[in-house]
């Protein structure tokens, strides 16, 4: 048996025995929002394991795509051009602020509802008889576990705001600069010409080291982790209020936030580069030259960031993600 395999099983078993101790004592069935919650944060954690590993597996090769981006960015800004993107840094200030807040969200719901999960606390099914209940534990003890979820917490949120700010958004922006820093000097005189080739071709290697980082399995385990947390946690806030406790309903506010965000601002983003890459070829063709010139721009592709599928975004990509995730919704509803 696989190395693989006896993780998935071992997983799978693990989830069953905490399904099995959260729920033993529940008489009659528990509210779907319940199972609901437990898999957003199975999602949430088996997500952010695959994305350590992956990039530990990968560490060299991101580096060397994000120092790309750097010696790129300071070649443009040492030209004088603007590099800032303003998108960029109010995304990064949203993730800084989360980074911030879900440790305290963390620690202060293992206080509040020492009895549910993720609370560490909630496996203990002698101290624990459901949900609601404080438990029988020692404040001391209590604390610390609280803030070994805080700390928990804070991990996995620097996790995702490393894969998507940094490692998935970065090298978009830089991309971006790439190509607007070509289409602004489209009016000077041929003899720099090559230099738009050799400009253009550094964001093929850019685009290649990229979609090498963010290659099979961890793009499409992150865009579908996406798609699921969002349904998940719609669902979270769509059930009455009356059944959902006000710290998860006030965690999946933010879950929500955070989710959409991601899916209309750098899902999106990435589609810029393959719309702006056609338009700035199209241009190259334009440009007098020679007929071997001519022919290396038309064998040029555009730049394209797979989605790990065969695929790769487009401008309808964020639109088809939302729809992925209201129809799991609309499931979850109907269950």
């Keep these: 048996m696989s190395i693989l395999s006896f993780s998935i099983i071992s997983i799978d078993y693990f989830v069953f025995l905490l399904l099995e101790q959260w729920f033993s004592s529940v008489n009659p069935s528990p509210p779907i929002w319940k199972f609901v919650f437990i898999y957003y944060c199975i999602t949430l954690f088996t997500a952010c394991v695959l994305f350590v590993t992956h990039f530990s597996l990968l560490r060299k090769e991101t580096i060397r795509l994000l120092n790309s981006g750097i010696q790129v960015e300071q070649t443009v800004n040492l030209k004088g051009q603007d590099s800032v993107n303003t998108f960029y840094l109010c995304f990064i200030a949203q993730c800084i602020i989360g980074v911030c807040i879900l440790p305290i969200i963390g620690f202060a719901f293992g206080l509040i509802r020492p009895c549910m999960p993720?609370?560490?606390?909630?496996?203990?099914?002698?101290?624990?008889?459901?949900?609601?209940?404080?438990?029988?534990?020692?404040?001391?003890?209590?604390?610390?576990?609280?803030?070994?979820?805080?700390?928990?917490?804070?991990?996995?949120?620097?996790?995702?705001?490393?894969?998507?700010?940094?490692?998935?958004?970065?090298?978009?922006?830089?991309?971006?600069?790439?190509?607007?820093?070509?289409?602004?000097?489209?009016?000077?005189?041929?003899?720099?010409?090559?230099?738009?080739?050799?400009?253009?071709?550094?964001?093929?290697?850019?685009?290649?080291?990229?979609?090498?980082?963010?290659?099979?399995?961890?793009?499409?385990?992150?865009?579908?982790?996406?798609?699921?947390?969002?349904?998940?946690?719609?669902?979270?806030?769509?059930?009455?209020?009356?059944?959902?406790?006000?710290?998860?309903?006030?965690?999946?506010?933010?879950?929500?936030?955070?989710?959409?965000?991601?899916?209309?601002?750098?899902?999106?983003?990435?589609?810029?580069?393959?719309?702006?890459?056609?338009?700035?070829?199209?241009?190259?063709?334009?440009?007098?030259?020679t007929s071997l010139v001519r022919k290396f721009v038309r064998s040029c592709p555009p730049c394209k960031m797979s989605l790990g599928d065969g695929t790769f975004f487009d401008m309808a990509t964020s639109l088809v993600i939302l729809r992925k995730s209201v129809d799991l919704l609309i499931y979850f509803l109907l269950t």
């Excluded at 071709?201 to 793009?219: D, E, F, K």
């Design 118 to 289: 993720p609370a560490l606390t909630s496996s203990m099914g002698q101290e624990c008889k459901s949900w609601d209940h404080v438990g029988q534990i020692g404040i001391v003890f209590q604390t610390c576990l609280s803030i070994l979820l805080g700390y928990i917490a804070g991990q996995l949120a620097a996790n995702v705001v490393f894969a998507v700010g940094i490692v998935l958004v970065y090298p978009t922006v830089i991309k971006l600069i790439i190509l607007d820093s070509i289409a602004r000097n489209f009016n000077r005189a041929w003899q720099n010409g090559f230099a738009y080739l050799r400009t253009f071709r550094t964001l093929q290697i850019l685009s290649i080291m990229h979609n090498a980082v963010l290659s099979q399995p961890i793009m499409p385990v992150f865009v579908g982790g996406v798609t699921v947390c969002l349904s998940f946690a719609l669902y979270i806030l769509i059930v009455p209020t009356s059944e959902v406790p006000l710290p998860v309903f006030l965690l999946f506010c933010q879950v929500t936030l955070h989710m959409f965000v991601i899916i209309v601002g750098p899902f999106k983003m990435m589609a810029c580069p393959l719309v702006k890459s056609i338009e700035v070829l199209k241009s190259l063709e334009r440009i007098k030259g």
